[in-house]
């Protein structure tokens, strides 16, 4: 055993899980928890086991939630003519913090990749037609600004045209939330150039 | 750009070589062995961030050092100096790049800043080689003058191997392709009408100037040209979304083929340069001083594309070009050279091979190298 405690040696392994987390750093962390007052330690596993318990996927949206449907949803404040999708619930939060977007969400869970064997059944698709016929008149595909992103924009945008929605993408290039600034120069310059419009 | 002082360390077979090439030629004359490609390797680190041959960057490390340092200092043509320094870590192959002290985020950022027109032995393959060695050249020459060349040359990449899984994955699967093939088949074919039509753009703005340079180097005889050949339909001056239209033209023709073979069958990963010499092939009928004459004249030709793309001189850097030139068109390209406005450095192992040596100067300068080290050779 290359630790004096199996439940050490677990805790290390559990962290070192995690994306970007080392074995290295996996140990610092697990040596840190182990410093830490019992009731804070506790705090935390039942957070753990909280986010895992009570969140599901709202039926309508895909969003993580925990009531189904979501808030967004069901609130009456939202517009629900305009619909932006994304691939992943941080996109959603990335979203709601600019405060621009007053409309309901689709989250998509994902992005097609032949490579890594996601097709659209992989993706909320068949959820994302459910959607229509119904109120929504617009359809924002903010993807990421991927080859993967925008082969999915072309396959949503293919499926959903016939449906008779109006849609639109975020300008190609500048990564969602993103800043002009912040773009580097080839992005800023194809940005420029201009894509091929939908 | 130029060069105005070079230091290698622990480069190759250079332990400590300090070295200030001309404003003009630098001719760096020395046996075999002695070490005069590696210091044009050791420039192309500055300019394309990796060896211009070499895959391997660890390989670079003097043998039994653990890190190389090649230190530049680099004047630009409007005179704004920089300081450049590339650092390989043999062990763990780790390369870090700083411009100016502050160290290089992505190292792609590098290219396009410091241009180099390359020409080495290795390349006599852009003639008489496999199509994939014409293809590289073009998207060597295209990315360093176009950032959006070069992303969406890396896209078109990623979009190509999703694409060709997907038909590689119903082959097997004795299926119709995936519903979202299609999709697939939209982005590389946008794409890939960008690229191509970047790459007519250029060999059309090449052409001429190329088949001029060739003549002039090969005396009166021979006309050259160079064509660049892709997918059926496609024509000389369209725009891209005519050629995004041939294009995609030609994958649906080749799509029961396609299945068959589980790959992407038309796109500008199958296209191809062609060069003549009197309307023959030049890779079946050339010899090898006139094919090695087409290389020179293409790069020179690529060189001034380069300038105006750039806005920034290019360094030259010619490895070994005067050992299959006969003795007249060797004077011609060294005289050809002394009117380029700009730095050039060439290798011989004899000052006799370059056929008409310029006086020896501040600006024109012999420098021997012998045994990893480099020193100026008295008049
Ligand atoms: N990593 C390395 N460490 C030490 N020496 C190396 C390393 N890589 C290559 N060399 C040596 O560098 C020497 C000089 O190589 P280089 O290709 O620069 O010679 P050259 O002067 O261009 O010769 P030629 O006229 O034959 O082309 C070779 O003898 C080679 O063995
Ligand atoms: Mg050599
Ligand atoms: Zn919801």
Redesign the interface.
Known sequence: MLYTSEALQQLVEEFARLPGIGRKTALRLSLFMLKRPREDVVKMARALVDVKDRITNCSVCCNITEADPCTICTSAKRERTTMCVVEEPSDVIALEKTNEFRGLYHVLGGALSPLDGIGPDDLKVRELLARFPGDITEVILALNPTVEGEATTIYLTRLLKPLGAKISRLARGIPVGGNLEFADEATLSRALEGRITL | MRVRTLHLTAFRNHADTALQPGTGITLLVGDNGQGKTNVLEAISFLSLSKSFYAANDAQAVMLGQDVLEIGAGIAHDAGREFDVRVTVRATSGDKAIRVNGSALE?LS?LVGMFPAVILSPEQGGIIAGAPAERRKFLDVVLSQT???Y???VM?YR??L???N??LL?ARLAGTPP???L???T??LV?LGSRLIHMRERFVDGVHTEFAETYRALAGTRGDAAVRYITADGIVHGMETAEI?GCLREAIARREAEELRRGATLAGPHRDDLAFEIDGRAAERYASQGEQKTLLIALKLSEYRFVSVRCGETPILLLDDVFAELDRHRAARVMHMLRSTAGQCIITATDEALIGEAPRWNNEHRRIIVDSGTCREASS
């Open positions: 992505k950022a176009s950032r959006s070069l992303a969406d896209e990623r979009v191997r999703q694409r899984k997907l994955d995936a519903r979202e299609p999709a697939w939209d982005e946008g995004a």
